[in-house]
């Protein structure tokens, strides 16, 4: 099976840097993904890593290293509207689905 | 506008019925997912299909059936054996073979009465 480890929650001030971790244990890997969800909303994808390095997409970026099983999502001069949970879900060999790891709530306060 | 629809929006159950949670897209993807999220806690997969007329089990299958007639709907029927079936529903398809991307609808949030 697949299991996903990421904080369960970060608290950071409005400007600031935030890396939400992410470490893996899966039978077989395509891909790591990351996607961000306010309270009450639909999950929004926003990265995917299927080699290693950082991925930059704004004011995110992504990075992986698959020979450490772990990535990271990193948010930049954070905003309020960031509150958010963030998921980081895995696509493992098995079948074409994502396992989702439990998400980390980022709290940015002003 | 191309999307995912998820409808009832809000869903009271009374204990031992059966209910259909509707899912429907207009994005001509052929890959659809049903999650569940308990509250505070990560997504974890019911069922998919990845074609018309094919569905697999997910992680927790148990207490639920799914159909796939036809390649823009996928819903979900939690059955009167699935023991604690409150939770909030999502739907999903598969956006983009390159990135892996899913396309999530808003959600059903189903409540047992």
């Known amino acids: 099976g697949q299991s996903l480890e990421q904080p369960s929650e970060v608290t950071a001030v409005e400007g600031a840097i935030v890396q939400i971790n992410c470490t893996y244990q899966?039978?077989?890997?395509?891909?790591l993904s990351w996607y961000q969800q306010h309270d009450g909303g639909a999950p929004t994808f926003l990265s995917y890593n299927a080699l290693d390095g950082l991925e930059e997409t704004g004011r995110f970026s992504s990075f992986l290293s698959r020979s450490d099983s772990y990535g990271y999502l990193l948010l930049q001069e954070l905003q309020m509207k960031d509150s958010a949970s963030y998921f980081c879900a895995v696509r493992a060999a098995a079948g074409n689905k994502l396992t989702f790891g439990g998400g980390t709530r980022v709290l940015v306060k002003p | 506008d191309g999307g995912i629809t998820q409808s009832p929006k809000y869903l009271f159950r009374k204990e031992g019925q059966n209910v259909t949670l509707s899912c429907e897209q207009n994005l001509n993807h052929d890959a659809m997912y049903w999650y569940r999220q308990d509250p505070g806690q990560g997504l974890r997969l019911i069922y998919y299909?990845?074609?018309?007329?094919?569905?697999q089990k997910g992680d927790i299958a148990e207490g639920y059936s799914v159909s796939r007639e036809k390649k823009e709907s996928f819903p979900l029927t939690v059955t009167s054996a699935q023991k604690n079936p409150t939770a909030f529903y999502l739907c999903?398809?598969?956006?983009?073979?390159?990135?892996?991307?899913?396309?999530f609808g808003s959600g059903t949030r189903l409540t047992v009465v």
């Open positions: 999903a398809s598969r956006r983009d073979e390159a990135n892996y991307g899913y396309t």
């Open positions: 299909s990845q074609i018309v007329n094919d569905f």
């Open positions: 899966t039978s077989g890997f395509y891909g």
